[in-house]
């Protein structure tokens, strides 16, 4: 399988801020890599796939980057609705696997 | 407005069977691969199971293989995942998820539905 190395598990910044968040493959998966965002009481949300394209919908301060093995996924000018648990996950080949999550927290 | 309902979740015995729907609305079911997603307590993501539109083709992760069957009918729109042979380990929150198409991209999520193994 394989497995997906995402850091950091943990992240506190303040609206307004920019982070990235990393995820490492244990092979190749080429560009198919997407990101999702997980909030309470809410459904998954798919916010980018194909590395590096937006789902229609995700604001414009998402980003993603990468391909082959390593990718990162970037937030500028942090809001305060974008304060939740962010995953990778690899549809390069079966079985499907995600990183262990990115939880950001409120600074 | 895309909607995906699980229900059919619950507490049941080792070995016994649960059989998991997900009600699906806003979109046209029959052009949408789906997928079964779970999180165990405290636990990431999981992939458990895929169909293709048609439903003629099917995928599973090695650990449910030949205990779960992903099924559709596109009629009714609505996805299933019979699950027999149960183990603690099953127990998760299950997700419903589509894919326009027949991709690994899941676009939009079922808000889940619990499955509790336990004697």
């Known amino acids: 399988d394989v497995q997906m190395t995402q850091s950091p598990s943990y992240l506190a910044a303040s609206p307004g801020e920019s982070v990235s968040i990393s995820c490492k493959a244990s092979?190749?998966?080429?560009?198919?890599l997407a990101w999702y965002q997980e909030k309470p009481g809410k459904a998954n949300k798919l916010l980018i796939h194909?590395?590096?394209t937006l789902q229609s919908g995700t604001p414009s301060r998402f980003s993603g980057s990468g391909s082959g093995t390593d990718f990162t996924l970037t937030i500028r000018s942090l809001e305060f609705e974008d304060f939740a648990v962010y995953y990778c996950?690899?549809?390069?080949?079966?079985?499907?696997?995600f990183g262990a999550g990115t939880k950001l927290e409120l600074k | 407005e895309v909607q995906l309902v699980e229900s059919g979740g619950g507490l049941v015995q080792p070995g016994r069977s649960l059989k998991l729907s997900c009600a699906a609305s806003?979109?046209?079911?029959?052009?949408?691969?789906m997928h079964w997603i779970r999180q165990a307590p405290t636990k990431g993501l999981e992939w458990v199971a895929s169909?293709?539109?048609?439903?003629?083709?099917?995928y599973y992760r090695d650990s449910v293989k030949g205990r779960f069957t992903i099924s559709r009918d596109n009629a009714k729109s609505t996805l299933y995942l019979q699950m027999d042979s149960l183990r603690s380990e099953d127990t998760a929150t299950y997700y419903c998820?589509?894919?326009?198409?027949?991709?690994?991209?899941?676009?939009?999520w079922g808000q889940g539905v619990m499955v509790t193994v336990s004697s």
């Open positions: 998820a589509n894919t326009f198409g027949y991709s690994g991209v899941f676009d939009y």
């Open positions: 806003g979109f046209t079911f029959s052009n949408y691969g």
């Open positions: 169909i293709s539109p048609s439903g003629g083709s099917t």
């Open positions: 092979k190749s998966i080429s560009n198919n």
């Open positions: 194909s590395g590096s």
């Open positions: 996950q690899q549809y390069n080949e079966y079985p499907y696997t």
